[in-house]
C-alpha cells in the first residue's frame, strides 16, 4: 500500500477523477473484448449509461436500470487507471464499492458494487478459476440457519431470475484453492453502491454480463479492503 509521500498525489487524482465530464456513449452489453489490455478508442470519462437497457436475449429475461436513480458514480465509465496494477488485471475496492478493470494505456474500466458480509472478509490476490452463466447459488450454512429462504435449498438453488447470484459469476481460486469469494449479479439493483448484510461482490445485471466478456479464465483479482484512492 501506498505512505504518507503518496497522499497528496492520492487527493489529487481523486479530485481529478471526481472532476471527469460524464460523456454518454452507447454501448452494448457484450462490451469490447479487453481481457489481454487492448487499447481502447473511448476518451476517459466516457460513461456509459445507455448500457443498461432491458436484455431479451438471455434464458430469463433482465430488466432495465433506471439510470435516473443511480448514482453516477457507480455507472459503468472509463477512467484513468489509479490502482497501479499491469492491464488486464481485475481491482475491487471494497472500501468505495468500485471494481475495476485495467486496460492498456493508462485506464480502467470501473464499475460500481455492493459489498455483503461475505465481500469483506477476504482480502489478497486471486485467480478467476471458473465462470458460470446462471449459476447454482449455494446458501452457506450460517445463512440457511437464520434465513427460512435460503433453508429451502441445501443442496443449491438453481440458475434464474430470482438467483441471488444473477445471471454470471465468477469464482476466484487462491493456490489452487477456492477462496469462496465470488463476482456475480444481483436481485437487488438498489444494493450497488451500498453494504449488504450478505453476498460477496455484486454488480448490475448487466454489468456482470459486461464484464464476464471481457475477462478469461485465469485472470489475475486484487481485493482490497482499504481503498486504491
Keep these: 500500500m501506498t505512505n504518507m509521500s503518496d497522499s497528496a498525489g492520492r487527493m489529487s487524482r481523486r479530485a481529478f477523477v471526481a472532476g471527469l465530464p460524464l460523456f454518454l456513449a452507447a454501448c452494448q452489453t457484450s462490451g469490447g473484448g479487453n481481457s489481454l489490455g487492448v487499447a481502447v478508442s473511448e476518451p476517459v470519462g466516457t460513461v456509459y449509461a445507455s448500457g443498461y437497457g432491458p436484455i431479451a436475449s438471455e434464458p430469463w429475461p433482465i430488466a432495465a436500470i433506471d439510470t435516473k436513480r443511480v448514482d453516477p458514480r457507480y455507472l459503468r465509465q472509463?477512467?484513468?487507471?489509479?490502482?497501479?496494477?499491469k492491464p488486464g488485471v481485475i481491482v475491487v475496492d471494497t472500501a468505495n464499492k468500485f471494481l475495476y478493470l485495467t486496460e492498456k494505456g493508462g485506464t480502467a474500466m470501473r464499475y460500481g458494487v455492493g459489498v455483503g458480509r461475505e465481500g469483506f472478509a477476504w482480502s489478497g490476490r486471486a485467480v478467476i478459476d471458473r465462470k458460470q452463466e446462471w449459476p447454482k447459488w449455494h446458501p452457506p450454512k450460517e445463512m440457511m440457519e437464520r434465513d427460512p429462504e435460503a433453508a429451502k435449498w441445501p443442496e443449491g438453488m438453481p440458475g434464474g431470475i430470482t438467483n441471488p447470484l444473477g445471471p454470471r459469476a465468477l469464482y476466484l481460486a487462491q493456490n489452487g484453492k477456492d477462496t469462496y469469494f465470488r463476482i456475480h449479479g444481483t436481485t437487488q439493483p438498489r444494493s450497488i453502491g451500498q453494504a449488504m448484510s450478505s453476498g460477496c461482490i455484486r454488480l448490475f445485471n448487466q454489468d456482470i454480463?459486461?464484464?464476464?466478456?471481457?475477462?478469461?479464465?485465469?485472470?489475475e483479482v486484487v481485493v482490497s479492503q482499504s481503498g486504491v484512492a
Excluded: H, M, Q, S
Design 78 to 85: 472509463r477512467v484513468p487507471n489509479i490502482t497501479g496494477e
Design 209 to 219: 454480463i459486461d464484464l464476464y466478456n471481457r475477462v478469461p479464465i485465469g485472470t
